[in-house]
């Protein structure tokens, strides 16, 4: 029996090898394999595409031309939120603080008298007001008891100190009585610093019913008064004195407003006491 596809029959043979159709690698038992990818099988097989965005796809973030934040009409991030316990710790702290020195100053010191006022040391101005002051004249060398000081008004000699700038402390009964004529009279420590002192003397003008001058004792840097009213305050730069002469200087509040505060005593307290009344009433004449 023939059998056509032994090699030791004659005629001719089909060739050998795999059947037809696409090779496929052969292990070393010849059975069939599929094809390996790289060593490990790390990547895809050869032509299959790559991972991410395709191309063109626009990056991440806003597009080109977006405005950033900051730019008007567009918000910005959320503003970090933080705790504002420690504040609320310290804020307290300081009121605290704020609260105790305040009762400590107000209970400094009061300042006692006929007025209906209380005037407040350490630099704080206020002004206080009295009523009831008398109008009376003692005898010239009289040393008055004023209950105020300095005084705003009350018991005079029968002339006047004449209104200017003093560096020596001038004539108290004869000061209550410009007072009495609608002037204001700045008082100063002496140990005050020449340009606050130029400051106050500023307020003196050709005509004006102010007077300035040193004064012992007071109880704060710089004292105005005038007729039935006082501020105190120890800045001689103080707004407050402006306001002060424009409220009392020739008020109708004084006894007499638009009385003379010129030609009358142009001394000072030591002169008078050197010379005593007698020449005083040549001095003035």
């Known amino acids: 029996m023939a059998y056509p596809n032994d090699p030791r029959q004659g ?18 038992s010849g059975a069939y394999e599929a094809p390996q990818g790289p060593p490990g099988g790390q990547g895809p097989p050869p032509g299959h595409p790559q991972q991410g965005p395709p191309p063109g796809y626009p990056p991440q973030g806003p ?72 109008r009376e004249h003692v005898d010239t060398g009289e040393t008055v008891d004023y209950e105020q000081f300095p005084p705003v008004g009350g018991e005079h000699y029968g002339f006047w100190q004449n209104c200017g700038v003093y560096d020596e402390p001038v004539l108290t009964e004869a000061a209550v009585h410009s007072l ?6 700045i008082t100063h420590d002496p140990g005050l610093d020449p340009a606050g002192v130029e400051a106050l003397a500023a307020y003196h003008l050709s ?10 004792g007071l109880p704060s840097a710089v004292v105005a008064s005038a007729w039935g009213a006082q501020l105190r305050t120890d800045d001689p730069r103080d707004p407050e004195l402006g306001a002060f002469l424009r409220e009392y200087e020739q008020s109708q509040e004084s006894p007499e407003p638009g009385a003379p505060c010129t030609g009358a005593y142009d001394g000072t307290q030591a002169e008078f006491d050197a010379q005593g009344a007698g020449a005083l009433e040549e001095r003035m004449n």
């Open 11 to 28: 005629g001719p043979q089909p060739p050998q090898g795999p059947p037809p159709g696409p090779s496929f690698p052969h292990g070393p």
């Open 180 to 185: 009495e004529h609608g002037a204001v009279w």
């Open 63 to 134: 597009p080109p031309g977006y405005p950033p934040y900051g730019y008007p009409g567009v918000p910005g991030p959320a503003p970090e939120q933080r705790s504002a316990a420690p504040w609320l710790i310290v804020g307290g702290i300081v009121l605290a603080l704020v609260l105790v020195a305040g009762v400590v100053l107000g209970g400094v010191w009061l300042y006692g008298g006929s007025g209906n006022g209380v005037a407040a040391g350490g630099g704080a101005s206020e002004t206080e007001t009295f009523e009831g002051l008398s």
């Open 207 to 216: 005509g004006s019913y102010v007077l300035v001058s040193p004064m012992e």
